[in-house]
């Protein structure tokens, strides 16, 4: 990558949205223009004594050739892996900037001071740290790979510096703590963003990334990479929170990641960089040194490439084209999972950027489904409920629904181009929907809509068995201690028309009833419960099911879903609306109920 050998250090920044306006000199001899807080970092960074060496994306990638930025965007595991050192730039420092950054590092990182920290306001220095962790930075997808990738990182803003671990170190250290710092940040200051639905701190997009890091990679003790621990599924569709500009990113930021991919450009007379002549050159002295007998210093290294050379048999090749449309870069992806994960369940899962230029078919689901995000107002919160399914790559799926069948599908020719065609067959039918739980609140009719007729009574086992869709806060079996935690909560928590999840959990509930809650509020948030019309079966389905959807079973995917026929001569087509749970329904009976009642199979046109 670094042909030259000399060292040199990267950049990660946000570019902004305003064009190039602010003329820089390169190598003294022409001019070009720059986005303004790029200028703002170049003016802080350069050293005044000697000369320093950036690789900043935006001057050393030429933005209108798509080529060369597929074959740099190729090459980025090795550019910020090899760069000395990651210099992240949060912007020019504000009126409290300086005192966030001392606050981080004179107390809260003194282990001696942390507990009594959470437990007493400072307003200024909480309000400070609330808006430091507000900067832009930390909501873009592409800092993942850029800080992750780092051997070594340095925050800085203005004229103020943090290193990235003591960084990190903070915000891990204050995620011990997110109940009882998100009550200090909303009573020191009345900055405008909750933290979560349940006053928890992890959504904000600085102890997400700071998580995400950490679970990425296994790496030697100088920092290169050994291991990746995540396939590319778990990472385009667990980073909602993370935004990109250029909607072909929110795939191609990650590729250098994933543990089951190696990115490429498309011009393969280009090719990537695997391993150096000096690695390879290491690699064959040291064997010839070994086959004597005599002991290796080299050793490890020599086995860590190894490692890393058996882990690309694994991995295939993933194409960078920004050629494509956004919709070609979707389907792509797609049959890549498809074929990787052996499973649908990627069409349950919101992972796609709202693509203003191109219309997206039904089974693309968009991050206005996801279940966290930022608001108008920069405030990060939940938005939606959990997916129902689990991550392929993680050894768990969740459900079962479809029990062993494996996927059948294909995409649409010309004259069908938008279209996704699966196997699966119709279980039943919406006959009865209830308003949806806006905001994890739930109505006060779904009690009776549950058959929940006496309150001074436990509530019937499906109906609270449906709120938390069987299942734990872990995702275990659920406890069979839920129903009096639900008989609990609604003895205290009914206000008006609905049981107000939020604010029984601000009052305070024991501890039990509290775990109840989150569990239930991450299954109902803007879902509705619904009956079929045949088995009179019990469910959660998406906020714009109607009735007379269809709940249908598709081979190799692992819960239900709802489909919408759409009538259009010859035959019709469907409508994704998405995924839904079924008491009863999820651990492979369906298919046992489709033996019994000879319910044929159908191949079903998704658009």
């Not at 269809?550 to 009538?567: K, N, Q, T």
Request: charged share 25%; hydrophobic share 40%; glycine share 6%.
């Amino acid at each position: 990558m670094n042909e030259t050998n000399e060292p040199y250090e990267a950049l990660s920044y946000c570019w902004g949205s305003e064009s190039p306006s602010s003329p820089i000199l390169v190598n003294e001899s022409y001019q070009i223009s720059v986005r303004a807080n790029l200028e703002s970092a170049l003016r802080r960074l350069r050293h005044k004594e000697k000369s320093r060496y950036l690789w900043i994306d935006a001057i050393c990638i030429n933005q209108e050739d798509i080529q060369e930025k597929a074959h740099q965007v190729a090459r980025m595991a090795d550019i910020y892996n090899e760069a000395g050192q990651v210099n992240v730039w949060l912007g020019e420092e504000n009126e409290d900037s300086a005192l966030a950054i001392d606050f981080i590092k004179r107390h809260l990182l003194n282990l001696e001071e942390f507990d009594y920290l959470t437990t007493v306001p400072a307003k200024r220095e909480w309000s400070a740290l609330a808006r430091l962790l507000r900067r832009p930075w930390f909501t873009r997808r592409w800092v993942i790979p850029e800080i992750a990738l780092a051997t070594q990182a340095t925050l800085h803003c203005g004229r103020d510096t943090i290193s990235w671990l003591d960084f990190a170190d903070a915000v891990s250290l204050m995620g011990t703590k997110s109940q009882f710092i998100s009550k200090l940040l909303q009573e020191s200051y009345p900055i405008p963003f909750k933290p979560d639905s349940c006053g928890g701190f992890q959504p904000v997009g600085a102890a997400l990334l700071v998580d995400v890091q950490s679970r990425l990679f296994r790496k030697t003790e100088g920092g290169m990479i050994a291991e990746r621990l995540l396939n590319l599924e778990v990472l385009v569709c667990s980073l909602a929170e993370f935004s990109v500009s250029e909607s072909r990113d929110v795939i191609y930021a990650v590729l250098a990641l994933a543990k089951d991919v190696r990115p490429m450009a498309e011009d393969t007379s280009i090719k990537p960089a695997m391993m150096t002549p000096q690695s390879m050159s290491v690699v064959s002295n040291q064997r010839e040194h070994d086959d004597q007998g005599v002991p290796s210093r080299n050793l490890p290294a020599v086995m860590g490439a190894i490692s890393r050379m058996k882990s690309r048999f694994a991995e295939k090749i993933y194409t960078v084209d920004y050629g494509k449309s956004f919709y070609e870069v979707c389907k792509e992806f797609l049959a890549f999972i498809f074929s990787a994960s052996r499973s649908l369940d990627i069409i349950c899962r919101p992972w796609a950027p709202d693509n203003a230029k191109e219309r997206l078919p039904s089974w693309i689901i968009s991050l206005r489904g996801a279940p966290f995000g930022y608001g108008p107002k920069g405030q990060a919160g939940r938005k939606n409920a959990d997916s129902l399914v689990g991550f392929s790559g993680t050894g768990h799926k969740s459900y079962n629904a479809a029990g062993s069948t494996s996927p059948k599908w294909r995409f649409g020719d010309v004259d069908s181009h938008d279209s996704l065609y699966v196997q699966g067959f119709i279980l039943d039918s919406v006959v009865e929907r209830s308003e949806a739980a806006l905001g994890g609140n739930i109505p006060f009719e779904w009690l009776e809509f549950g058959g929940w007729d006496d309150l001074s009574e436990h509530p019937p086992e499906k109906f609270w068995r449906t709120l938390v869709a069987d299942r734990g806060h872990n995702l275990d079996v659920a406890h069979s201690y839920y129903s009096r935690a639900c008989m609990f909560a609604v003895q205290k928590g009914v206000s008006g028309a609905v049981l107000n999840t939020d604010l029984l959990l601000a009052t305070g509930v024991p501890s039990i009833v509290m775990d109840f809650l989150r569990r239930v509020q991450s299954v109902v948030w803007m879902r509705k419960l619904i009956k079929t019309q045949h088995a009179k079966l019990l469910g959660l389905a998406p906020k714009h099911t109607r009735r007379g959807d269809l709940v249908c079973i598709l081979y190799g995917c692992s819960v239900p879903v709802i489909l919408r026929e759409v009538a259009q001569q010859p035959k019709p087509y469907y409508e994704f609306i998405g995924e839904c749970y079924l008491h009863s329904m999820m651990e492979g009976e369906a298919c046992r109920v489709q033996s019994e009642r000879n319910i044929t199979k159908q191949h079903f046109e998704i658009r």
